[in-house]
């Protein structure tokens, strides 16, 4: 087909389109899919040569108004056009990253977080994706610091009820049925001077930290009844007025001879 004929058969007065215009373009023109169909794309849908120029003047402007990647050795004002167009900041200063509160035992780690700030910037991340790959990593490491240490915690716990009940299972065979009896009187032993208040500070922390019937604090304070039973001791947490009440009365009365 020559030009000239290729001409008559495609364009009528005016610019315009003639019926079936795509069909008389060169061969070659279009490529072809995968059934032996031609790629036209929305050609059809154009009526006269001046459209399909608009078309054109409109991809272009498209095609430049999209982000390009910079070149091998970009000039300065390249790079700045480019950071203003993904939306990076000038400086490094401009991700403005603000430390989260971190949970207890965990510190923020601030020169890490200033060494990721100055590779985005100096690779052109954009500030609302670095922002968010920063959110992603600090909450990664949050997650992982707190499934470690409640797996640390529930460790801790363990061997500590491990410890408990083999120091328990030792004092039950030494004082046999007087057990609870023993375990009575320490706690009152720990308590006589209750109004004095740093004795009474020390009751409570024994308490407030649950370590009042702790099996080496029970027997520490049988050991200390043992040693001041032959003693006058007051009783019910008060000081003595007048009367006392002997504390190897008391110990022998509800121990007896599992102390000797």
Same mark, same amino acid.
């Given at each position: 087909?020559? %030009?000239?004929?290729?001409?008559?058969?495609?364009?009528?007065?005016?610019?315009?389109?003639?019926?079936?215009?795509?069909?008389?373009?060169?061969?070659?023109?279009? !490529?072809?899919?995968?059934?032996?169909?031609?790629?036209?794309?929305?050609?059809?849908?154009?009526?006269?040569?001046?459209?399909?120029?608009?078309?054109?003047?409109?991809?272009?402007? =498209?095609?430049?108004?999209?982000?390009?990647?910079?070149? !091998?050795?970009?000039?300065?004002?390249?790079?700045?056009?480019?950071?203003?167009?993904?939306?990076?900041? %000038?400086?490094?200063?401009?991700?403005?990253?603000?430390?989260p509160d971190m949970p207890e035992g965990m510190a923020y780690d601030?020169?890490?977080?200033?060494?990721?700030?100055?590779?985005?910037?100096?690779?052109?991340? *954009?500030?609302?994706?670095f922002e968010g790959l920063l959110k992603m990593v600090v909450d990664?490491?949050?997650?992982?610091?707190?499934?470690?240490?409640?797996?640390?915690?529930?460790?801790?716990?363990?061997?500590?009820?491990?410890?408990?009940?083999?120091?328990?299972?030792?004092?039950?065979a030494k004082h046999g049925a007087k057990y609870d009896a023993v =375990?009575?009187?320490?706690?009152?032993?720990? !308590?006589?001077?209750?109004?004095? !208040?740093?004795?009474?500070?020390?009751?409570?922390?024994?308490?407030?930290?649950?370590?009042?019937?702790? *099996?080496?604090?029970?027997?520490?304070?049988?050991?200390?009844?043992?040693?001041?039973?032959?003693?006058?001791? *007051?009783?019910?947490?008060?000081?003595?007025?007048?009367?006392?009440?002997?504390?190897?009365?008391?110990?022998?009365?509800?121990?007896?001879?599992?102390?000797?």
């Amino acid at each position: 087909m020559s %030009d000239a004929v290729a001409a008559e058969s495609i364009l009528g007065e005016n610019g315009t389109f003639q019926d079936g215009w795509l069909d008389n373009m060169p061969e070659g023109t279009f !490529e072809k899919d995968d059934t032996g169909a031609l790629k036209q794309g929305d050609l059809k849908d154009h009526k006269n040569f001046g459209s399909v120029c608009k078309s054109y003047i409109d991809t272009q402007k =498209l095609v430049s108004s999209s982000i390009q990647p910079l070149p !091998e050795k970009p000039t300065a004002d390249q790079i700045k056009a480019h950071r203003t167009k993904v939306g990076c900041p %000038d400086t490094v200063e401009g991700y403005e990253v603000v430390a989260p509160d971190m949970p207890e035992g965990m510190a923020y780690d601030d020169a890490l977080v200033k060494k990721c700030t100055q590779y985005a910037h100096d690779n052109h991340v *954009p500030k609302g994706i670095f922002e968010g790959l920063l959110k992603m990593v600090v909450d990664g490491q949050v997650e992982m610091h707190n499934t470690v240490t409640a797996a640390n915690v529930k460790f801790a716990q363990e061997e500590s009820d491990k410890a408990i009940e083999t120091a328990s299972n030792t004092l039950k065979a030494k004082h046999g049925a007087k057990y609870d009896a023993v =375990l009575g009187m320490a706690n009152r032993f720990h !308590e006589l001077p209750g109004n004095d !208040e740093t004795n009474k500070a020390f009751t409570e922390l024994l308490k407030e930290k649950g370590i009042d019937s702790h *099996p080496a604090v029970v027997d520490y304070f049988h050991e200390c009844w043992k040693l001041v039973k032959g003693d006058t001791v *007051p009783e019910g947490g008060s000081p003595a007025s007048g009367s006392g009440t002997p504390g190897q009365l008391n110990y022998d009365k509800v121990v007896g001879d599992s102390g000797k």
